[in-house]
Nanobody, 117 residues
Framework: QVQLVESGGGLVNPGGSLTLSCHFS???????MGWFRQHPGKERELVAT???????VYDDSVKGRATVSRDNAAKTITLRIDNLKPEDTGFYYC????????????WGQGTQVTVSS
C-alpha cells in the first residue's frame, strides 16, 4: 500500500527556516526519494533528491539553502530550507525521485509552505 505523509509546513517570514518531514511506507524503501514543490496552477517540480545510500542532489532554486536527509529505519525523509524566499511558497510533496512527476499517480496530501511577511 502506497503511503506518504508529509508534515511541517506553515507560514514563515522571508529569511526564516523550515523543516519538512515525510513518512513513507515500505514500498519506497528501495527508491531514491524526492521532495517536490508545486506552485499554484503549476506542475510539481523536483527540488531535492536523496538516494537510499544518502547521496543528494538539489535543484538550483534551493541549492545552498536546502538539506535533505533520510532515516531508512524510521522510513522518513526531511527537508530543511534556510533563508526562505517568497518563491519557495507552495505545496511540498515527497515521492520516489523522478524528473517526470506527472507520471506518478499516487501522492500524499502534501504540506503547505507560505513565505510572507
Amino acid at each position: 500500500q502506497v503511503q506518504l505523509v508529509e508534515s511541517g509546513g506553515g507560514l514563515v517570514n522571508p529569511g526564516g527556516s523550515l523543516t519538512l518531514s515525510c513518512h513513507f511506507s515500505e514500498t519506497f524503501e528501495v527508491y531514491a526519494m524526492g521532495w517536490f514543490r508545486q506552485h499554484p496552477g503549476k506542475e510539481r517540480e523536483l527540488v531535492a533528491t536523496i538516494t537510499n545510500s544518502g547521496s543528494t542532489v538539489y535543484d538550483d532554486s534551493v541549492k545552498g539553502r536546502a538539506t535533505v536527509s533520510r532515516d531508512n529505519a524510521a522510513k522518513t525523509i526531511t527537508l530543511r530550507i534556510d533563508n526562505l524566499k517568497p518563491e519557495d511558497t507552495g505545496f511540498y510533496y515527497c515521492n520516489r525521485a523522478t524528473i517526470f512527476p506527472q507520471q506518478i499517480g499516487d501522492w500524499g496530501q502534501g504540506t503547505q509552505v507560505t513565505v510572507s511577511s
